[in-house]
């Protein structure tokens, strides 16, 4: 049926970019990879129980730190377009991308640069990336999306800067990373990444203007499916809340002239830095302690933003502690 055809194009999808990400990054850059244990023992021991879990094989991947069906979030810093997929292209081995791409991370990504038309919003959802309105906030489809992959035991990657940012400080951590971690049915674990040297390969166009959705008082309801498929330039929320246009922020430009600004480059220096997992159990636990005892009150929800923005204040420390790392070698 259309479901399997759906899953067939995008395991092919997967296939296909996670294996030009791989050659790419380990034929033609520089790839140094720091800790990289942390990450084989979190993420690619991940990727085998998940498919062995698929295939109805018994037992776990022995030699990993991560129980077998625990989801995952992976959390980097953002300094160019292409950092997903490339950074999967030099952590992950090839044969993950050949043998089991559907275990392979989803991603939030921003719609107004991955999903407009129709051909990108197509391939972007077979290569298991969710958009996301930058602006429209925690009760956005896209973060309902990604709790429902982690909630099916899946690995999310976000990127909590919430832009592309090739200076040398790291931008505030947004809350909706907390949200995912806070609200998962089981609580993920949580791995830092932080790269350095991704910009030289496609650096930022100098045309690129950041420009933040403007949003407006008009309201009218959205579906998440027509977000994924549709190729308009504005998406709308819930009845009653506020309408976001979402404003290109592509380069401008004749064409084959963006095309040969944006050309990646290659022999760059990439050093990729793999920090602690980080578990937040014991802070999910004491909000869901202080939830119950304040049920029925208006407390809850104050309750829940502060632990989101504590959650992600901690995951910005470690990927702060990476980056004095980064600079010190």
Same mark, same amino acid.
Request: aromatic share 6%; with cysteine.
């Given at each position: ?21 791989? +050659? ?6 520089? @790839? ?14 991940? $990727? ?37 997929? +490339? ?19 989803? @991603?939030?990504?921003?719609?107004? $640069? ?14 298991? $990336? ?16 990604? +709790? ?15 832009? @592309? ?50 949003? %407006? %008082? ?11 498929? %549709?190729?308009? &330039?504005? &998406? ?94």
């Amino acid at each position: 049926g259309i479901n399997m055809m759906h899953r067939v194009l995008s395991g092919a999808v997967l296939s296909a970019t996670g294996s030009a990400s791989y +050659l790419f990054m380990n034929m033609l850059q520089r @790839v140094q990879i720091h800790n990289y244990g942390a990450f084989h023992d979190i993420v690619s021991n991940f $990727v085998d129980n998940h498919a062995r879990k698929v295939s109805g094989a018994r037992g776990a991947v022995s030699g990993g730190t991560l129980p077998p069906h625990r989801p995952i979030i992976t959390v980097s810093n953002h300094s160019c377009n292409a950092d997903d997929p +490339l950074l999967w292209g030099a952590l992950l081995p090839l044969r993950h991308f050949l043998t089991h791409p559907h275990a392979i991370r989803w @991603v939030l990504g921003a719609q107004e $640069v991955c999903f407009t038309n129709k051909l990108l919003s197509h391939y972007f959802t077979l290569g298991q $990336v969710i958009p996301c309105i930058r602006g429209q906030g925690l009760m956005q489809p896209a973060v309902g999306t990604a +709790l429902e992959k982690l909630n099916q035991g899946g690995w999310v990657h976000v990127f909590p800067e919430g832009r @592309v940012n090739q200076s040398d400080t790291l931008l505030k951590c947004r809350w909706g990373v907390g949200k995912l971690v806070a609200m998962a049915d089981t609580t993920p674990i949580v791995l830092p990444l932080y790269h350095r040297g991704m910009q030289d390969i496609i650096p930022l166009d100098p045309s690129y203007v950041y420009m933040p959705p403007i949003i %407006s %008082s008009s309201s009218s309801p959205s579906n998440p499916t027509d977000m994924i498929a %549709s190729s308009s &330039s504005s &998406s709308s929320l819930q009845d009653g809340q506020p309408h976001v246009t979402v404003t290109s922020s592509r380069p401008k430009g004749p064409l084959l002239e963006r095309i040969w600004r944006n050309m990646p480059s290659v022999n760059k220096k990439v050093d990729i830095y793999v920090g602690k997992p980080i578990d937040f159990t014991e802070e999910v636990s004491q909000l869901k302690k202080k939830c119950k005892e304040e049920e029925g009150t208006d407390r809850i929800d104050l309750l829940q933003k502060q632990t989101f923005s504590n959650i992600a204040a901690k995951i910005e420390v470690e990927l702060r502690r990476l980056q004095e790392q980064a600079k010190g070698t």
